[in-house]
């Protein structure tokens, strides 16, 4: 174990304190992107890291990244973070586990007298989730290229917000540009969100990569009618039509056997009448798949699949592409680094793939990057009751510090 060592304590502390922001009664967190409670929690990481002497900068997308500087000025920066949005009945660590874990490295190395080599920049990235303005990873797909800020800055919550809007209401519309600036590394530190550490276990996760995934907003017109009087072959029933390609997502899923990955977790129906049949039904649909080439083909496949399944109800579908990436290795250094970190620790420790999509899928386009996961509590995340262990909390952090000053002094 290193004798550079991080406070349990004083970390599990500091994520109680974040955790108050947007606390829910059954013990969660609802702190959806660029929303006042998002905004005073931002605030609160933006005091933490001035107190600590970082430097704050944000960018246009509201992506905030805390700088060290190190000794050696021609060196890049080593950046590491996650993300403080949630979503709408989330958990107190999906996020700002990576996020708070990050603020108690820098005290760490302030309470050391520690000065790395290269210098450090601790990154808050906007809106991970995707849950208030449907686009997952939305602030580092953005800084790193994939989501075109126009894109971005246009899309619109539920009740017709912009995201520019909303960055200018909380007054986080930064002047940094949101694009790669040089850096050396990433490394994110983040709850697994799913069961394989804690069946085998394990007290870390060495995350070689992650998963791919291909998502859609789907649209289902019928026709608004009397739920009474309109006989069955008068009827256009958007939420039957929605139901036959619910059921097709499962069936797609369960082909591809216990690796496969297929949700619909959003619907909206109008007019949402019990004595109306539905009219229009807006739903997500998303596949994820460890193996590229299986999500490619049902890129390519479903949006045939799914208006054969629908044929008999009247109903047309539109299927709006969202997101599709391939599956994304990480950085066999940098995990080499979190190996070696891990077995520092002297805790049993394995190497996993992410099931779940994270900020370091797209910064893994633009420099090398690598995770560290910690077991959750029955594997449960997007979840109020999402828990982990003051100690799990503690080895993770343990790591993720080993990792970032090992990196930055090599
Ligand atoms: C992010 O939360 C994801 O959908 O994996
Ligand atoms: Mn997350
Ligand atoms: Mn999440
Ligand atoms: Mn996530």
Not at 63 to 91: C, I, K, T, Y
Not at 157 to 175: F, M, P
Not at 196 to 213: D, F, N, P, S
Request: proline content about 5%; aromatic content about 6%; overall charge negative.
């Amino acid at each position: 174990m290193s004798n550079q060592r991080i406070d349990g304590v004083r970390l599990w502390d500091s994520l109680m304190a974040m955790a108050r922001h947007g606390a829910t009664q059954k013990g969660g967190v609802r702190r959806l992107t660029l929303t006042t409670i998002d905004k005073a929690a931002r605030d609160d990481f933006r005091a933490q890291c001035e107190s600590l002497g970082l430097a704050v900068r944000v960018d246009a997308i509201g992506n905030m990244f805390a700088r060290r500087e190190g000794r050696d000025p021609s060196r890049l920066p080593v950046l590491f973070g996650s993300h403080l949005d949630s979503q709408p009945s989330g958990g107190k660590f999906d996020g700002a586990l990576g996020v708070v874990a990050g603020l108690e490295v820098m005290r760490t190395l302030n309470d050391l007298g520690i000065t790395t080599e290269a210098p450090l920049e601790l990154v808050n990235w906007t809106d991970e989730e995707g849950s208030r303005f449907g686009l997952s990873l939305m602030g580092s797909g953005t800084w790193a290229g994939v989501y075109p800020i126009e894109r971005s800055y246009a899309l619109t919550d539920i009740e017709g917000v912009t995201v520019e809007s909303a960055l200018k209401d909380i007054g986080y519309q930064g002047a940094e540009p949101a694009a790669p600036f040089p850096a050396d590394s990433y490394f994110e530190l983040h709850i697994e969100q799913g069961p394989i550490l804690e069946r085998a276990g394990a007290r870390i996760g060495i995350v070689t990569g992650a998963q791919a995934q291909v998502w859609w907003d789907a649209r289902i017109t019928g026709q608004d009618a009397h739920a009474g009087t309109t006989p069955p072959d008068a009827r256009r029933d958007a939420l039957v039509a929605a139901a036959q390609i619910i059921t097709l997502v499962d069936r797609l899923m369960r082909e591809h056997g216990e690796d496969g990955r297929g949700t619909v977790g959003f619907l909206k129906v109008e007019p949402n009448s019990r004595n109306v049949i539905p009219g229009e039904v807006a739903f997500s649909v998303e596949f994820r798949h460890p193996d590229s080439a299986a999500i490619a083909a049902l890129a390519r496949d479903f949006p045939a699949l799914a208006a054969e399944a629908i044929a008999a109800t009247g109903c047309t579908l539109t299927l709006t592409p969202v997101l599709h990436y391939d599956a994304q290795p990480f950085d066999a250094e940098c995990v080499a680094l979190v190996e070696a970190a891990a077995r520092r620790l002297g805790q049993p420790a394995r190497r996993i793939v992410s099931g779940a999509g994270h900020d370091a899928v797209y910064v893994a386009r633009r420099m090398p990057a690598a995770m560290i996961f910690t077991p959750c509590k029955d594997g449960l995340s997007h979840n109020e009751a999402e828990s982990i262990e003051p100690e799990e909390a503690e080895a993770g952090c343990q790591v993720l510090f080993d990792a970032v000053v090992a990196r930055a002094n090599r």
